[in-house]
């Protein structure tokens, strides 16, 4: 069996074009390797700010006066009883995990609301409570902000807010 003329040359043709990908191929690889090392000599700068250097980040919390919680009813707290809020949010219910234990209030969930002061004021959040929380008398469906002389319910427990 006698090779074609024209087979010859494509089969040249098609070792001459594997000769000439493999030629690129090992180029390509050849000049990651290169900037990758030379990445690697070189010093790195670091952005390392210092702590309260940006406002907002970093650093201790901005001290907001946000007014006070003020107890005006309850099974399981003493009528009278405040808490100051400042920038940590503060939060209500029956489990010992909560920043005010409502243990003896019945209808409380074991984590039932959050009172978290931001700039904007202070806001109100049922936080998967199962009887709901109330603001004025009406069940909370999202976050609400507080305004002077608002009343909270969280199960039996009324709370007054005084900015």
Do not use: C
Not at 27 to 39: K, N, P, S
Not at 78 to 105: C, H, I, M, Y
Not at 130 to 158: C, F, Q, S
């Amino acid at each position: 069996m006698t090779a074609l003329p024209g087979s010859i040359a494509v089969e040249e043709a098609l070792l001459l074009l594997k000769i000439a990908f493999l030629v690129l191929l090992y180029l390509f690889i050849w000049r990651i390797v290169r900037t990758a090392a030379r990445d690697l000599r070189l010093p790195q700068e670091s952005f390392v700010l210092a702590p309260g250097s940006i406002p907002g980040l970093g650093g201790e919390a901005p001290h907001i006066e946000a007014g006070k919680i003020v107890v005006v009813k309850s099974p399981a707290l003493t009528e009278g009883d405040e808490w100051d809020l400042d920038a940590s949010p503060l939060t209500f219910g029956r489990s010992s995990q909560n920043d005010v234990e409502l243990k003896r209030d019945e209808y409380a969930s074991s984590s039932h609301a959050r009172l978290e002061p931001r700039r904007d004021g202070v806001w109100l959040e049922d936080i998967g409570s199962t009887n709901g929380t109330y603001l004025n008398g009406i069940r909370l469906t999202r976050p609400k902000r507080l305004t002077a002389g608002d009343i909270v319910r969280i199960g039996e427990t009324e709370l007054r807010y005084e900015a």
